[in-house]
Protein backbone atom coordinates (compact mmCIF):
# COMPACT_ATOMS: atom_id res chain seq x y z
CA UNK A 1 0.00 0.00 0.00
CA UNK A 2 1.35 3.74 -0.88
CA UNK A 3 1.08 5.71 1.79
CA UNK A 4 1.05 9.48 0.66
CA UNK A 5 3.70 11.89 1.39
CA UNK A 6 3.88 15.01 3.83
CA UNK A 7 3.60 16.98 0.56
CA UNK A 8 0.33 15.61 -0.32
CA UNK A 9 -1.14 15.31 2.90
CA UNK A 10 -1.00 19.05 3.34
CA UNK A 11 -2.78 19.94 0.07
CA UNK A 12 -5.65 17.88 0.73
CA UNK A 13 -5.63 19.47 4.59
CA UNK A 14 -5.82 22.50 2.70
CA UNK A 15 -8.38 21.40 0.78
CA UNK A 16 -10.58 20.09 3.20
CA UNK A 17 -10.21 23.56 5.74
CA UNK A 18 -11.12 26.07 2.72
CA UNK A 19 -14.22 23.57 1.76
CA UNK A 20 -14.61 23.03 5.48
CA UNK A 21 -14.81 27.04 6.13
CA UNK A 22 -16.59 28.03 3.24
CA UNK A 23 -19.47 25.64 4.04
CA UNK A 24 -19.45 26.85 7.36
CA UNK A 25 -19.99 30.71 5.98
CA UNK A 26 -22.53 29.79 3.10
CA UNK A 27 -24.97 27.79 6.13
CA UNK A 28 -24.37 30.86 8.71
CA UNK A 29 -25.61 33.28 5.61
CA UNK A 30 -28.27 30.73 4.91
CA UNK A 31 -29.95 30.61 8.05
CA UNK A 32 -29.49 34.49 8.85
CA UNK A 33 -31.64 34.88 5.52
CA UNK A 34 -33.70 32.08 6.12
CA UNK A 35 -34.58 34.31 9.63
CA UNK A 36 -34.74 37.39 8.28
CA UNK A 37 -37.61 36.65 5.59
CA UNK A 38 -39.76 34.65 7.93
CA UNK A 39 -39.60 37.63 10.45
CA UNK A 40 -40.97 39.85 7.42
CA UNK A 41 -43.53 37.05 6.87
CA UNK A 42 -45.03 36.88 10.47
CA UNK A 43 -45.33 40.08 10.01
CA UNK A 44 -47.65 39.59 6.68
CA UNK A 45 -49.48 36.93 8.37
CA UNK A 46 -50.33 39.51 10.87
CA UNK A 47 -51.66 42.11 8.21
CA UNK A 48 -53.42 39.31 6.65
CA UNK A 49 -55.59 38.33 9.93
CA UNK A 50 -56.46 42.21 10.16
CA UNK A 51 -57.47 42.08 6.40
CA UNK A 52 -59.32 39.51 6.94
CA UNK A 53 -61.31 40.90 10.19
CA UNK A 54 -62.16 44.29 7.79
CA UNK A 55 -63.73 41.94 5.31
CA UNK A 56 -65.76 39.88 7.86
CA UNK A 57 -66.34 43.08 9.57
CA UNK A 58 -68.24 44.83 6.53
CA UNK A 59 -70.01 41.49 5.62
CA UNK A 60 -71.47 41.07 9.50
CA UNK A 61 -74.75 43.31 9.61
CA UNK A 62 -75.54 45.84 12.55
CA UNK A 63 -71.69 45.76 13.77
CA UNK A 64 -70.67 48.06 16.00
CA UNK A 65 -68.85 48.83 19.05
CA UNK A 66 -70.95 51.12 21.78
CA UNK A 67 -69.88 53.14 24.41
CA UNK A 68 -68.06 51.92 27.09
CA UNK A 69 -70.35 51.70 30.06
CA UNK A 70 -69.65 53.54 33.81
CA UNK A 71 -67.37 51.63 35.67
CA UNK A 72 -70.00 51.85 38.62
CA UNK A 73 -72.80 51.01 36.74
CA UNK A 74 -74.46 47.25 35.69
CA UNK A 75 -74.53 46.89 32.09
CA UNK A 76 -77.59 45.84 30.04
CA UNK A 77 -77.76 41.82 29.76
CA UNK A 78 -75.50 40.92 33.45
CA UNK A 79 -77.05 40.03 36.61
CA UNK A 80 -75.53 42.00 40.02
CA UNK A 81 -73.90 39.10 40.71
CA UNK A 82 -71.82 38.61 37.23
CA UNK A 83 -71.30 42.54 37.20
CA UNK A 84 -69.43 42.23 41.03
CA UNK A 85 -67.58 38.85 39.59
CA UNK A 86 -66.12 41.22 36.67
CA UNK A 87 -66.05 44.57 38.56
CA UNK A 88 -62.45 45.27 37.25
CA UNK A 89 -63.25 44.63 33.67
CA UNK A 90 -63.90 47.26 31.32
CA UNK A 91 -66.92 46.53 29.62
CA UNK A 92 -67.97 47.09 26.42
CA UNK A 93 -71.25 46.39 24.52
CA UNK A 94 -72.14 45.89 21.35
CA UNK A 95 -75.87 45.64 19.79
CA UNK A 96 -76.78 42.28 21.00
CA UNK A 97 -74.05 41.15 22.93
CA UNK A 98 -71.55 42.53 26.04
CA UNK A 99 -67.86 41.35 26.12
CA UNK A 100 -65.97 41.61 28.59
CA UNK A 101 -61.83 42.59 28.63
CA UNK A 102 -60.01 41.60 32.08
CA UNK A 103 -58.37 44.96 32.95
CA UNK A 104 -55.17 43.70 34.32
CA UNK A 105 -51.16 45.10 34.06
CA UNK A 106 -51.17 43.60 30.60
CA UNK A 107 -54.65 44.80 29.40
CA UNK A 108 -53.40 48.63 30.64
CA UNK A 109 -50.66 48.90 28.90
CA UNK A 110 -52.29 48.38 25.70
CA UNK A 111 -53.58 50.97 23.57
CA UNK A 112 -57.22 51.75 23.25
CA UNK A 113 -57.19 50.67 19.42
CA UNK A 114 -55.87 47.26 20.32
CA UNK A 115 -58.50 46.71 22.63
CA UNK A 116 -60.85 47.85 20.71
CA UNK A 117 -59.58 45.01 17.61
CA UNK A 118 -59.66 42.75 20.76
CA UNK A 119 -63.33 43.51 21.33
CA UNK A 120 -64.51 43.35 17.82
CA UNK A 121 -62.49 40.34 17.23
CA UNK A 122 -64.34 38.23 20.03
CA UNK A 123 -67.92 40.37 18.67
CA UNK A 124 -66.81 38.26 14.94
CA UNK A 125 -66.23 34.92 16.46
CA UNK A 126 -70.00 34.17 17.49
CA UNK A 127 -71.10 36.46 13.89
CA UNK A 128 -68.67 35.91 11.23
CA UNK A 129 -65.60 33.69 12.51
CA UNK A 130 -63.10 32.92 10.59
CA UNK A 131 -62.26 31.01 7.75
CA UNK A 132 -58.76 29.04 7.29
CA UNK A 133 -59.05 28.94 3.70
CA UNK A 134 -59.89 32.53 3.27
CA UNK A 135 -57.21 33.97 5.46
CA UNK A 136 -54.84 31.26 3.90
CA UNK A 137 -55.73 32.73 0.50
CA UNK A 138 -55.22 36.79 1.41
CA UNK A 139 -52.31 35.23 3.76
CA UNK A 140 -50.43 33.94 0.20
CA UNK A 141 -52.03 36.87 -1.85
CA UNK A 142 -49.42 39.50 0.59
CA UNK A 143 -46.71 36.80 0.34
CA UNK A 144 -47.20 37.27 -3.53
CA UNK A 145 -47.09 41.18 -3.37
CA UNK A 146 -43.80 41.30 -1.84
CA UNK A 147 -41.98 38.62 -3.91
CA UNK A 148 -42.43 35.97 -1.96
CA UNK A 149 -42.93 32.76 -3.91
CA UNK A 150 -44.06 30.08 -0.99
CA UNK A 151 -46.87 27.42 0.04
CA UNK A 152 -49.12 28.65 2.94
CA UNK A 153 -51.50 26.90 5.21
CA UNK A 154 -53.43 28.42 8.51
CA UNK A 155 -54.86 26.92 11.54
CA UNK A 156 -57.42 28.37 13.30
CA UNK A 157 -58.19 27.28 16.62
CA UNK A 158 -61.16 28.68 18.78
CA UNK A 159 -61.67 27.08 22.57
CA UNK A 160 -59.86 24.14 21.41
CA UNK A 161 -61.69 23.39 18.19
CA UNK A 162 -59.13 23.38 15.51
CA UNK A 163 -60.19 24.19 12.03
CA UNK A 164 -57.23 23.56 8.93
CA UNK A 165 -56.58 25.34 5.58
CA UNK A 166 -55.18 22.28 4.08
CA UNK A 167 -56.34 19.27 4.63
CA UNK A 168 -52.71 17.33 4.10
CA UNK A 169 -51.39 16.81 7.70
CA UNK A 170 -47.85 16.23 6.40
CA UNK A 171 -47.33 19.75 4.68
CA UNK A 172 -47.85 20.84 8.76
CA UNK A 173 -45.39 18.54 9.46
CA UNK A 174 -42.41 19.76 6.99
CA UNK A 175 -43.65 23.37 7.05
CA UNK A 176 -42.30 26.35 8.83
CA UNK A 177 -44.12 27.48 11.79
CA UNK A 178 -44.78 30.68 12.38
CA UNK A 179 -45.25 32.38 15.79
CA UNK A 180 -48.59 32.36 17.40
CA UNK A 181 -51.29 34.64 17.42
CA UNK A 182 -53.42 34.61 20.53
CA UNK A 183 -56.85 36.55 21.23
CA UNK A 184 -58.36 35.66 24.55
CA UNK A 185 -61.08 37.56 26.14
CA UNK A 186 -64.41 35.64 26.44
CA UNK A 187 -62.73 33.40 23.74
CA UNK A 188 -59.41 32.33 23.18
CA UNK A 189 -58.69 32.39 19.40
CA UNK A 190 -55.15 30.80 18.41
CA UNK A 191 -54.12 31.06 14.48
CA UNK A 192 -50.93 29.57 13.40
CA UNK A 193 -49.39 30.28 10.09
CA UNK A 194 -47.30 27.31 8.14
CA UNK A 195 -45.55 28.16 5.33
CA UNK A 196 -42.76 26.55 3.01
CA UNK A 197 -40.05 28.60 1.74
CA UNK A 198 -38.28 27.70 -1.88
CA UNK A 199 -34.83 27.03 -1.26
CA UNK A 200 -34.16 29.16 -4.35
CA UNK A 201 -35.44 31.98 -2.65
CA UNK A 202 -33.32 32.13 0.33
CA UNK A 203 -30.70 31.70 -1.93
CA UNK A 204 -31.54 34.67 -3.80
CA UNK A 205 -31.85 36.72 -1.28
CA UNK A 206 -27.47 36.88 -0.93
CA UNK A 207 -27.07 35.32 -4.41
CA UNK A 208 -24.18 37.60 -5.37
CA UNK A 209 -22.57 36.32 -1.50
CA UNK A 210 -23.08 32.84 -2.67
CA UNK A 211 -21.71 33.16 -5.86
CA UNK A 212 -18.04 34.77 -4.39
CA UNK A 213 -18.42 32.29 -2.05
CA UNK A 214 -17.93 29.77 -4.41
CA UNK A 215 -15.97 31.41 -6.71
CA UNK A 216 -13.51 31.92 -4.01
CA UNK A 217 -13.46 28.16 -3.27
CA UNK A 218 -13.35 26.96 -6.60
CA UNK A 219 -9.75 29.09 -6.72
CA UNK A 220 -8.56 28.33 -3.94
CA UNK A 221 -8.90 24.17 -4.09
CA UNK A 222 -8.32 24.60 -7.84
CA UNK A 223 -4.68 26.38 -7.07
CA UNK A 224 -3.87 23.44 -3.99
CA UNK A 225 -5.10 21.05 -6.86
CA UNK A 226 -3.07 22.17 -9.45
CA UNK A 227 0.08 22.86 -7.23
CA UNK A 228 -0.48 18.65 -6.01
CA UNK A 229 -0.29 17.67 -9.52
CA UNK A 230 2.55 19.62 -10.22
CA UNK A 231 4.47 18.43 -7.51
CA UNK A 232 3.60 15.15 -8.51
CA UNK A 233 4.42 15.30 -11.92
CA UNK A 234 7.78 16.69 -11.01
CA UNK A 235 8.72 13.97 -8.41
CA UNK A 236 10.46 10.94 -10.49
CA UNK A 237 8.68 7.86 -9.53
CA UNK A 238 10.80 5.38 -8.00
CA UNK A 239 11.20 2.63 -10.15
CA UNK A 240 12.19 -1.11 -8.75
CA UNK A 241 14.38 -2.92 -11.39
CA UNK A 242 15.70 -5.93 -11.35
CA UNK A 243 19.40 -6.87 -11.52
CA UNK A 244 20.91 -7.34 -15.75
CA UNK A 245 17.67 -4.55 -16.58
CA UNK A 246 18.07 -0.86 -17.63
CA UNK A 247 14.88 1.07 -17.39
CA UNK A 248 14.22 2.64 -21.05
CA UNK A 249 11.28 4.43 -20.03
CA UNK A 250 8.89 5.26 -16.97
CA UNK A 251 6.96 2.10 -17.21
CA UNK A 252 9.30 -0.19 -20.04
CA UNK A 253 12.39 -1.99 -18.43
CA UNK A 254 14.97 -4.06 -20.93
CA UNK A 255 17.38 -6.79 -19.88
CA UNK A 256 20.38 -6.67 -23.10
CA UNK A 257 21.96 -9.97 -22.08
CA UNK A 258 18.75 -12.29 -21.99
CA UNK A 259 16.44 -9.83 -25.04
CA UNK A 260 13.96 -9.28 -22.30
CA UNK A 261 11.25 -6.52 -22.61
CA UNK A 262 9.25 -5.45 -19.64
CA UNK A 263 6.08 -3.32 -19.80
CA UNK A 264 4.49 -2.97 -16.57
CA UNK A 265 2.33 -6.23 -15.85
CA UNK A 266 1.86 -6.88 -19.21
CA UNK A 267 3.63 -10.37 -20.87
CA UNK A 268 7.51 -10.13 -21.61
CA UNK A 269 8.51 -9.58 -24.99
CA UNK A 270 11.46 -11.58 -26.01
CA UNK A 271 14.10 -10.61 -29.03
CA UNK A 272 16.79 -12.73 -30.50
CA UNK A 273 18.51 -12.87 -33.63
CA UNK A 274 18.82 -9.98 -36.24
CA UNK A 275 15.63 -8.35 -34.37
CA UNK A 276 17.90 -7.84 -30.97
CA UNK A 277 20.60 -6.83 -32.59
CA UNK A 278 18.46 -4.00 -34.31
CA UNK A 279 16.96 -3.21 -31.72
CA UNK A 280 20.12 -2.72 -29.71
CA UNK A 281 21.52 -0.48 -32.65
CA UNK A 282 18.54 1.43 -32.31
CA UNK A 283 18.51 2.11 -28.94
CA UNK A 284 22.06 2.85 -28.66
CA UNK A 285 21.61 6.08 -30.79
CA UNK A 286 19.29 7.74 -28.47
CA UNK A 287 16.34 8.59 -31.00
CA UNK A 288 18.68 9.68 -33.44
CA UNK A 289 18.08 8.36 -37.16
CA UNK A 290 20.86 5.49 -38.33
CA UNK A 291 21.23 5.78 -41.95
CA UNK A 292 20.82 2.00 -43.64
CA UNK A 293 23.74 1.13 -44.72
CA UNK A 294 25.39 1.62 -41.13
CA UNK A 295 22.31 -0.72 -39.31
CA UNK A 296 23.53 -3.10 -42.44
CA UNK A 297 27.23 -3.54 -41.18
CA UNK A 298 25.86 -3.68 -37.52
CA UNK A 299 23.47 -6.51 -36.85
CA UNK A 300 24.86 -8.48 -40.22
CA UNK A 301 28.56 -7.91 -39.51
CA UNK A 302 29.09 -11.02 -41.19
CA UNK A 303 28.39 -9.46 -44.78
CA UNK A 304 25.13 -10.83 -45.34
CA UNK A 305 22.71 -8.56 -45.25
CA UNK A 306 20.37 -7.14 -48.32
CA UNK A 307 17.87 -4.20 -48.53
CA UNK A 308 15.04 -6.84 -48.36
CA UNK A 309 16.46 -8.90 -44.88
CA UNK A 310 16.54 -5.15 -43.60
CA UNK A 311 12.94 -4.37 -44.18
CA UNK A 312 11.52 -7.71 -43.14
CA UNK A 313 13.89 -7.84 -39.76
CA UNK A 314 12.49 -4.09 -39.40
CA UNK A 315 8.84 -5.53 -39.67
CA UNK A 316 9.08 -8.45 -37.47
CA UNK A 317 10.34 -5.75 -34.82
CA UNK A 318 7.40 -3.59 -35.00
CA UNK A 319 5.14 -6.87 -34.66
CA UNK A 320 7.16 -7.40 -31.60
CA UNK A 321 6.61 -4.03 -30.13
CA UNK A 322 3.40 -3.48 -30.69
CA UNK A 323 1.77 -3.85 -27.17
CA UNK A 324 4.68 -1.31 -26.29
CA UNK A 325 3.33 1.97 -26.64
CA UNK A 326 6.44 3.66 -25.32
CA UNK A 327 8.00 2.66 -28.35
CA UNK A 328 7.95 3.18 -31.63
CA UNK A 329 10.16 2.89 -35.20
CA UNK A 330 9.96 5.30 -37.60
CA UNK A 331 12.15 5.36 -41.00
CA UNK A 332 12.98 7.61 -43.68
CA UNK A 333 14.04 7.07 -47.11
CA UNK A 334 17.04 9.59 -46.79
CA UNK A 335 17.77 9.32 -43.21
CA UNK A 336 17.39 5.99 -42.07
CA UNK A 337 15.40 4.13 -39.02
CA UNK A 338 15.42 5.33 -35.57
CA UNK A 339 13.68 4.35 -32.30
CA UNK A 340 11.39 6.61 -30.41
CA UNK A 341 10.89 6.50 -26.72
CA UNK A 342 7.90 8.03 -24.72
CA UNK A 343 8.18 8.93 -20.93
CA UNK A 344 11.79 8.34 -21.91
CA UNK A 345 14.13 8.06 -18.13
CA UNK A 346 18.08 8.12 -17.18
CA UNK A 347 17.72 5.52 -15.07
CA UNK A 348 20.05 2.58 -15.51
CA UNK A 349 20.41 -0.89 -12.99
CA UNK A 350 23.31 -2.36 -14.92
CA UNK A 351 25.44 -4.16 -12.72
Known amino acids: ??????????????IICISLIGGFLTCMNYSIDKKHILSGTNR?????????KDIRENETPFFGISIPIAKDSTPLGLTQKVWNKHASHVITRTN?????????????SITKNEKKYLCEQMYLVKKNPIDPARLD???????????????TAVIYECDSIKHYSNADSSFYASAYKLDDIVLELDHKI?????????????????????????????LLTGGA???????????VPAIIIPKGYIAISEKLLFNEKEGILKYLDRK??????YKLKLFISLLNEN???????????????????????????????????????????????????????KNKTKKDARK
Open 96 to 108: DNTILTQKTEDSG
Open 44 to 52: LFNKAIHLD
Open 1 to 14: MKIPNKTNIQYIAT
Open 287 to 341: GHFIPIETIKDIVWADGMSTRVALIQTVKRLREDLRFIPDLKIENSREKGYRLQI
Open 225 to 235: TWLLLKKKKEE
Open 137 to 151: SIFAEELHQNHILAQ
Open 268 to 273: DVVLSG
Open 190 to 218: RLQGYIKLPFTHIIQQSRSLYFLTILIWL
